[in-house]
């Protein structure tokens, strides 16, 4: 009888999730943490500012925000000893606030898809309804005409 033979050392048991790698988990986390930074800091400040800046990096004891223009950089520098203040309370080791200009990602529109069915398109299925000689597409094309009927 052969010895049972050892698993091998790339052997898996399974996939693993990309987070769990290394560098990436590292990453992730690194991530995580900034987020919440951002969260936290733009908490603290007024609401329109709170609005239009971003929290990018905290990088050898310097906050890095990202301002749209350069009028909101300026008030972000107005605010910079609240925001030290802050950051310390929430045990980052802050010792500079930097602003930079550019302009934040556009906010993605989702068009709506939803266009509602006009009472002509709901005749002509109806007539087609009552020219088909199937019953479960007859039964489709009124549920469809039906629709239009309870948009109105």
Do not use: C
Not at 112 to 139: E, N, Q, V, W, Y
């Amino acid at each position: 009888m052969p010895p049972p033979s050892k698993p091998s050392r790339h052997a898996t048991r399974g996939l693993k999730s990309i987070v769990d790698v290394g560098p990436v988990a590292s990453l992730a986390a690194k991530a995580r943490e900034l987020d919440q930074l951002d969260r936290q800091l733009r908490a603290t400040l007024p609401s329109p500012m709170r609005d239009h800046i971003r929290f990018a990096d905290l990088r050898d004891g310097r906050l890095v925000f990202l301002a749209p223009s350069s009028a909101w950089a300026s008030r972000v520098r107005l605010y910079q000893t609240q925001i030290l203040e802050a950051a310390r309370a929430m045990g980052a080791k802050a010792y500079s606030v930097a602003v930079k200009v550019a302009p934040l990602p556009p906010v993605e529109v989702i068009p709506d898809r939803h266009k509602p069915l006009s009472a002509g398109a709901a005749s002509h299925l109806r007539s087609a309804a009552a020219s088909l000689s199937d019953p479960t597409l007859r039964d489709l094309f009124l549920y469809l005409a039906l629709q239009a009927d309870n948009e109105d």
